[in-house]
T-cell receptor, first 109, second 115 residues
Framework: GQQVMQIPQYQHVQEGEDFTTYCNSSTTLSNIQWYKQRPGGHPVFLIQLVKSGEVKKQKRLTFQFGEAKKNSSLHITATQTTDVGTYFCAGGSNYKLTFGKGTLLTVNP | NAGVTQTPKFQVLKTGQSMTLQCAQDMNHEYMSWYRQDPGMGLRLIHYSVGAGITDQGEVPNGYNVSRSTTEDFPLRLLSAAPSQTSVYFC??????????????FGSGTQLSVL
């Protein structure tokens, strides 16, 4: 079955540093979605990428979808304490959304 | 709108007991799904439904049953709880399946402990 790998598992940064998490799928995806889960909360949708090579920005967050539609990345510029949480990528195909294991981001003020 | 509502928020069971986790959505979503979240394992799909009367298995379906008699409700049943089912369970819904470029709306989760 489809597998989605995500690295790193954990990332600790000083406030103001940049952060990147990477996602790789074993199969070609119809789309890639990114979710954020705050500690003790539920996953909340951030963005969806559909097109090969697509790049989208949300303020300090930049999302990329690879040319082969099998990999993606999320980059946060100048992290803030409000960025703390687990970031999940999820690959969509057919009727399922397969999640990566997530990257837990902690930010030292 | 309430969105996706899960009950209960917390539950403790003894091994062998049965129970039903409830999930309801008021957004007229056709697609509903159940995930479990374990430390270091991410979110794993248990069962999903593309509409009333239609259900299918996800990645980890063993030990769980589902049914979809209405568009709004998608209960998850544990027939004979086992300690391995200790987890946080999330229900999620969308109008169309995720593969059709639809984002998922998640409930607030049920934390289940099986002793």
């Amino acid at each position: 079955g489809q597998q989605v790998m995500q690295i790193p598992q954990y990332q600790h940064v000083q406030e103001g540093e940049d952060f990147t998490t990477y996602c790789n799928s074993s199969t070609t995806l119809s789309n890639i979605q990114w979710y954020k889960q705050r500690p003790g909360g539920h996953p909340v949708f951030l963005i969806q990428l559909v097109k090969s090579g697509e790049v989208k920005k949300q303020k300090r967050l930049t999302f990329q979808f690879g040319e082969a539609k099998k990999n993606s990345s999320l980059h946060i510029t100048a992290t803030q304490t409000t960025d703390v949480g687990t970031y999940f990528c999820a690959g969509g195909s057919n009727y399922k959304l397969t999640f990566g294991k997530g990257t837990l981001l902690t930010v030292n003020p | 709108n309430a969105g996706v509502t899960q009950t209960p928020k917390f539950q403790v069971l003894k091994t062998g007991q049965s129970m039903t986790l409830q999930c309801a959505q008021d957004m007229n979503h056709e697609y509903m799904s159940w995930y479990r979240q374990d430390p270091g394992m991410g979110l794993r799909l248990i069962h999903y439904s593309v509409g009333a009367g239609i259900t299918d298995q996800g990645e980890v379906p063993n030990g769980y049953n589902v049914s979809r008699s209405t568009t709004e409700d998608f209960p998850l049943r544990l027939l004979s709880a086992a300690p391995s089912q200790t987890s946080v369970y999330f229900c999620a819904s969308s109008y169309d399946p995720p593969g059709a470029n639809e984002k998922l709306f998640f409930g607030s989760g049920t934390q289940l402990s099986v002793l």
